[in-house]
């Protein structure tokens, strides 16, 4: 499977933004599907998840209550939706598969990764 993120950019400390992962191939119902960023010198982070059905939801404690992530499996893609947006969302944000039932955030259980997209934001 093929993914391409899009949505990013530069906004204020506040802000929202909304990401989008376009998945290509018929089988995209049987992936779990993720979010994760790295931010300049560090490591790779686990942001958000969500299982095949959409019905299972997971996140990590720094972006509970301000970030939802969603599918559209009709479009074939997968929203995260961020707001009140901080300085330290700053970030490259990756989308990621899994072909394993379940959802968590361990990078190396999620086999396909998307190029990423930028995100800013400004104090």
């Known amino acids: 499977v093929q993914l391409v993120e899009s949505g990013g950019g530069l906004v204020q400390a506040g802000g929202s933004l909304r990401l989008s992962c376009a998945a290509s191939?018929?089988?995209?119902?049987?992936?779990?599907m993720g979010w994760f960023r790295q931010a300049p010198g560090k490591e790779r982070e686990f942001v958000a998840a969500i299982s095949r059905s959409g019905g299972s939801t997971y996140y990590a404690d720094s972006v509970k209550g301000r970030f939802t992530i969603s599918r559209d499996s009709a479009k074939i893609t997968v929203l995260l939706q961020m707001n009140s947006l901080k300085p330290e969302d700053t970030a490259v944000y990756y989308c990621?598969?899994?072909?394993?039932?379940?959802?968590?955030?361990?990078?190396?259980?999620?086999?396909?990764w998307g190029q990423g997209t930028q995100v800013t934001v400004s104090s």
């Open positions: 990621a598969a899994r072909r394993a039932f379940g959802i968590n955030g361990r990078i190396s259980d999620y086999d396909y």
């Open positions: 191939g018929r089988t995209f119902s049987s992936y779990g």
